[in-house]
């Protein structure tokens, strides 16, 4: 996908290019401003990792991708940086069948990192935002999953004042707890599963 603008800079007449290939039906028209070029994508994933906007993968689906899909689900949540990128993707998805939820932000406030062809949203981020959205399965599995590359003092620094959305409860608070039961649930403690404090 690419945006009249990106194109303007190759070259000054894109804009009626554009158009005109669009009309022959060799390039797709997404919504204002964003075109597409046609090919085939085996699934939504291997169009995100073509694709060559920037976006990150938050939320639940990020989280799928750290604990190995244990919930699998269809829709994909991704975060933004433009707006009109924000509703090309929307659009797009939509015409493919898929399901986008894309938020927009100005900068985006989630720590990601670059996996393969994607920037992900971090274990530790994403296992609070997660929990702050009661998606508590997402977050103790990614947790359970990826515990020996937590820093539980960075998910201590996330957790502790943001709360679980629509209670009192502080994510940080939830986490400590779901720790102490995975822990007397197994009956042995992890290496580094749960805070040591």
Known sequence: MFSVSDAEQ???????????LSKKGEIRRVSWDWYYIPEKHRDAWDFLSKDKGFKVVIKQTAASIWNYDFIHRD???LAVED??????LENFAKEMGWEFKVEY?????YEY????????????????????KWSFTDAFATLYFRRDEINFDK?????????ISKTDTRVWTAVKYGCKLFNEHLE????????RN
């Open 113 to 132: 990192r670059r996996v393969d062809e994607l920037f992900i949203e971090a274990p530790q981020s994403c296992i609070v935002n997660c929990v702050s």
């Open 155 to 163: 998910l201590k620094q996330l957790g502790r004042w943001k709360r």
């Open 83 to 88: 707006c009109s990128y924000k509703k090309a």
């Open 188 to 195: 042995k403690r992890f290496s580094r599963l749960g805070p």
């Open 75 to 77: 829709i994909y949540r």
């Open 10 to 20: 190759i070259h000054s007449r894109a804009k009626e290019y554009l158009y005109r």
């Open 105 to 109: 932000h100005e900068k985006i406030p």
